[in-house]
């Protein structure tokens, strides 16, 4: 089984692979700790917050299957594409770093997640509103989970405080590409099927901003520029996630596991 | 049983039996659960607390092996069900962790324990994953040998123990079914994944035997294990339980159990096996096995990389008490 190209998609199935590819490279790196957590019980969130995302994903990708008309599996998605067609922001891809790496990178996400499936659940994609409704739960709790840390860390010892302050330096950069509208989104919002980043980014930065003031760390002012990810263009990292997430298929193509 | 048991009882100075002893005996006879706050003897304490302190080491070591597979799992599917597993077994040390602190010793001293070296786990954990089969082949033999030696401990006569044992168990069936289904698949997939499959049950079929313990000889907590009704079976009897429930499985789905001298017994019923390597089983436990010193020093890594995070939660939480009480303070 070769490399899938997909020639030209429809911007919904565009859409509904941005959607799925964050959570699947989200999920993939939050799994990377299992085992190696600062505590038991963070053992346990993060394998957590991992399966939610990963199965959010796959729900996605079904969905863009019916749309595809191809017959396509999950699995021919998450597998048999290169990082040119890998689709998800920036952001979910970056290494966890440290704890405060990982949490930094999971408010500023989930922040994001949250309003994001609150208004996916009025879309005209009845199976996309559908799995927005499952999803908005989970990212109220990924948010909390985050948020917390966000403030404990935050407003913890003068390392963990330092500590925040790299890893909010080194991800805020990404947080920009959240909130692009190219014309697949502008299309889609149009249709009502997709959900309009205009809305999305004022609650965001409401809630990213209430966790910045209880923790006691400066917020950046500067809106984040780094961007590419919608089109493919990815940092160095993606490469090496699908090296190893796809290593077996890749090696073995077309055998059923 | 009894009999045997009065031979456990600890004698005061002057050579008589402490009473409470007897009465702790009577109960533990009598099938009656025994609480963390009622009097039980020290050496009945201690040996709980080091089986119990294990087996939650166990659980948190084992999460390594199995996680190292995570992220290359073949299928979102796969990938899925692992990190479900292996979150079950942080889940699982957890509970035992806490079944422990209820004999008076705190976790923190058992993780330091475990980082340190001087603790001991299971010494499935010290082989290396080193396939997809691997997977597989610890949900179906690692936690199908896990399963014959837990199913018994639900009713071991320390009540929260027993009780932790339970919700365990249930969640570890689960697994050793998912397991067989894995290498099911594989078996019955291309010549490749067959081949992987039984490469695989070639390097774990010998140490999952091993998993029962020294032979019931060699057994040196044995008895006193059994009178106290921690333990319920001897390690052979329970080993002699997995081989049967295993070599028909592994025969059902075309793999051959690396063992030329296995054979039927007709007359016992039994499958018979060959000799254990009880030299490799030792040199494990002693901290020689292909993996000890890696699957330690991950867990130290954790632990040392994951102090800064506690001190902060620590010192976060006395911020908050000290605000919060200064706000009541302000307010009353």
């Avoid at chain 1, 796959?58 to 597998?79: C, K, N, Q």
Wanted: charged share 25%; aromatic share 8%.
């Amino acid at each position: 089984m070769s490399t899938l190209v997909l020639s030209s998609p429809s911007p919904h199935l565009n859409y509904l692979l941005r959607l799925a590819d964050d959570q699947l490279i989200l999920g993939h790196r939050l799994s990377e700790w299992t085992g190696h957590a600062p505590m038991l019980e963070e053992d346990i969130a993060l394998a957590n917050i991992a399966l939610d995302h990963i199965g959010a994903a796959r729900s996605l990708y079904d969905r863009a299957s019916e749309i595809h008309g191809e017959g396509l599996t999950e699995d021919d998605y998450a597998y048999r594409r290169d990082a040119r067609a890998y689709l998800n922001c920036l952001l979910v891809e970056r290494p966890n770093g440290d704890f405060a790496h990982t949490i930094v990178r999971q408010l500023f996400y989930s922040a994001f997640a949250l309003p994001l499936w609150e208004a996916l659940t009025r879309s005209a994609d009845e199976t996309l509103a559908a799995i927005a409704a499952k999803s908005e739960k989970e990212a109220r709790y990924h948010v909390r989970h985050s948020g917390d840390w966000f403030i404990r860390l935050g407003d913890g010892t003068d390392e963990s405080r330092a500590r925040m302050e790299a890893a909010i330096a080194s991800l805020w950069p990404y947080t920009g590409e959240l909130f692009e509208a190219d014309a697949v989104v502008t299309g889609l919002v149009g249709e009502g099927i997709a959900a309009d980043p205009a809305a999305i980014e004022p609650l965001w930065r409401e809630t990213v901003a209430a966790a910045f003031e209880e923790a006691g760390l400066a917020m950046p002012i500067a809106r984040g520029a780094q961007t590419g990810g919608r089109s493919g263009r990815h940092t160095e990292h993606l490469g090496f996630i699908l090296a190893d997430l796809q290593y077996l298929q890749r090696a073995y193509p077309g055998a059923s596991w | 049983m009894y009999t045997q048991a009065l031979n456990n009882l600890d004698l005061n100075e002057d050579g008589a039996v402490d009473p409470r002893e007897a009465r702790f005996m009577a109960r533990v006879d009598a099938e009656e659960r025994i609480e963390p706050n009622d009097f039980m003897p020290e050496g009945y304490r201690k040996t709980l607390v080091r089986q119990i302190a294990q087996h939650a080491h166990s659980e948190i070591i084992g999460m390594l092996p199995e996680g190292n597979w995570i992220t290359r799992a073949p299928s979102l599917r796969r990938k899925a069900a692992l990190i479900a597993k292996v979150q079950d077994e942080g889940g699982h040390g957890l509970y035992l962790y806490c079944a422990a602190e209820t004999l008076g010793k705190s976790r923190e001293e058992m993780m330091d324990e475990l980082v340190e070296g001087r603790a001991k786990y299971s010494s499935i954990f010290n082989y290396p994953t080193l396939t997809w089969a691997d997977i597989g082949m610890i949900g179906w033999l690692v936690d199908g040998a896990a399963i014959m030696n837990q199913i018994p401990l639900c009713r071991c006569s320390y009540g929260p123990y027993a009780r932790a044992m339970i919700r365990i168990c249930k969640e570890e069936s689960f697994h050793q079914r998912q397991g067989y289904e894995q290498i099911m698949t594989l078996a019955a997939g291309t010549p490749e994944q067959k081949a992987m499959a039984q490469d695989a049950l070639d390097r774990w079929w010998w140490p999952s035997i091993m998993m029962f313990g020294p032979p019931d000889a060699a057994s040196i907590h044995s008895a006193k294990s059994m009178a106290w009704k921690i333990k319920r079976f001897t390690n052979d009897e329970l080993r002699q339980k997995f081989i049967d429930a295993t070599v028909p499985q592994a025969h059902r789905i075309g793999l051959e159990i690396p063992d030329p001298d296995l054979r039927f017994d007709e007359e016992s019923g039994h499958w018979v096996i060959g000799e254990i390597d009880w030299d490799e089983f030792n040199r494990v436990l002693a901290g020689d096995g292909p993996c000890n010193a890696d699957r330690v020093a991950t867990r130290k890594a954790a632990q040392e990389s994951g102090a800064w995070v506690r001190e902060a939660a620590l010192a976060h939480a006395e911020k908050r008490a000290r605000r919060d009480a200064a706000e009541a303070k302000a307010a009353a």
